[in-house]
Every structure is written in structure tokens, then in C-alpha cells.
């Protein structure tokens, strides 16, 4: 029943904000083929660092979403501050692009966020590095790539690559506020956060900025369907595999035996304490300790505290002066028993 009422919340919680199923991200996938790394020795004078870059564009899917400002004549200039051209230095990079910095700290994660035309403006550096890579990947469908075309392609990579790690990097505290918020009870909690990573790589791929929503009310949705999906899966798991009951993995009960045992041994002491009157008591301040909370009772009778009232009735003053005494002499006997067993424990 917990486990269904933690589904419903996150179900609850999903239906607002905007679909993460309904964006369409345009790939290189378009053409008929793949492209060709670069053939002789080209490729044997590269890094492993740049081989690793040429492989996965030429073998995995570069999605990208389209936007009017990706078109336009000094897109890379516009957007990175520098144009797209290799460096004398490094002939495989292109300069270094003009930081984005987090001006701000987020509420709800208490982390570094970006406005936002900081976040749209990060998109779109994202966007166009992997326009440029389809284009380059489509001119070369089915044949090998040119040294030329190489060197350029493994420069937008760079790019790629650093802008969506800081996309990611700025947005992992929202996996974690999504999971602190989510009830699930039967869900490892690190299970939770892998999940929830996952979704956040997707939302990087799929997130459209030209829609006007912030990236995080989109990623959040998507962080929270992700949790839905593991806790169904686990609930179909334990329905396809039932397991015995087993005590060995059920929660130790350990503190709760261990402060009963506190507890009961605080009671005997408190009771010598009052016995012997290690804690200095008068005549009345004992009477009151006693009858208020039953410590003396006598054989015919049953233990019951009595109230402020009747305690005053018996020695003959007010309620408030018995509260008085009361507090007095709790006082006392708390001293006394942490210099006593307490302080030996």
C-alpha cells in the first residue's frame, strides 16, 4: 500500500510541466550510411584522446534541436565570443570560447545556477556544435573522412563535449532535490540517484530552449517519470520473484532494546535515589515525587499517578504550590542522577 501510495505522488507530481516525449532532436541518422574514419596514417598520428572523439561521432547518434539563431552568418561568434577556427597551436582545437559563469545560487538546490538567457544561450552553444558535426558527418556518408574534415570534426567534439559537461555538471544537484522529495520505501536510494542521471543525460539531449521553458522544469519532469519507471519495475520484479520471509534482513531492533534498557535501569536508580534520598529531599518534596508518579504505591492498591490537585489535598497546599515542589525536587533528583549513573555510564 506504501509502495502504491509513493507511485502515486511521483505520478501526481509528473503531470504538470512540459512533456519530455514530445521533442523531436534531429541526428546525423538522416543520411543512408555512417561515415568513414580517415584512412593511412592520419589516423595512426592522432591522440588516444582524439581517435576516442572520431569513433564515437562516427558511430553513435548526434542529436541536436533546431533554432532560427543556429543559421545565421557568425552563429559561433555570436555564441561562444570567438569564431570556429583551429588553432595555430593545436591543430585539432579551435580557440578557447568565452566562459559562462553562474551568477546566482539556486533556492531549491542551493547550488550555482545560470539566468535565463545564460541557459538558452548554453543550449544553443550545444545545439550548434552538434549541428556543425551533422553536417560534416552527412557530407560524408559512406566514404572516409579527409584529414581537413577530421581535423574539424574532432574540434566541434571538443566543443560538444565541454559545453554538455557544463550543462550536467550545473544541473546534477537537481537529481539529488528530486530524490530527497520522492517517497519510494522500497527503493535503494543510490538506485534512485543512477536513475535519475540518466534522465538528466536524456533531458541534455532532448531539452528544446526555444520552447521558453527553463531547462530545470523540464529535467525535473523527466527526473521524476524516471523514479515511476524504476519503482514499477521493482514492484513487477517482486511479483515475478517472491521471496520468503527472511528475519536476517529485516531492521535491527537493537536502539530501541538498548534504550528500553536506559530506560528501565534509570527507574531503579531513581527509585534508590529516592530511597536512601541521595538527592537531599524534604518530607514534603518526597510526598509529592511519590504520590504524583506512583512510585510507592501501597500492596492493595494499583499504581496510579494522582493529579496536582489531590496531591495538594494530601498535604494541605495548592495545586501551583505542589507544581512548585514538584519542580523543585525534579530538579534535585536529576542532578543527583547524572553524578550518579549517568556519569558512570
Known sequence: MAQSQAQTTVDTTVANGPNPTTQSPTTQSEGIGSPLPPTGDFMHMLSDENRQIIHRLCTEPVPHMDH??????????????????????????????????????????????????QEKQLFLRLNLTRMKICNILNRYTDRPLTPKAARTLIAWGDWELKVREQVVELNMPLVLAMAKRTRLSNIDFNEMISEGNMALLRSVDKFDCGRGFKFSTYACRAILKSFSRVAMKASRYRGTFPVEYDPSIEKSDHVETQRAQVESDCIVELKDIIEANAASLSDVEKTVILERFALAPKASEVPTPKTL????????????RVRQIQNKALKKIRHALENGYLAAG
Not at 82 to 94: E, M, T, Y
Not at 309 to 320: A, D, L, P, S
Open 309 to 320: 490537585e489531590q496531591v495538594g489535598t494530601i498535604i494541605g497546599v495548592t495545586k501551583e
Open 68 to 117: 532560427p539563431d543556429l543559421h545565421r552568418a557568425k552563429a559561433d561568434v555570436e555564441l561562444f565570443g570567438v569564431a570556429a577556427k583551429l588553432s595555430p597551436s593545436d591543430g585539432f582545437r579551435f580557440e578557447p570560447p568565452k566562459e559562462i559563469t553562474a551568477g546566482r545560487i539556486s533556492p531549491a538546490t542551493r547550488a550555482p545556477t545560470l539566468t535565463g538567457n
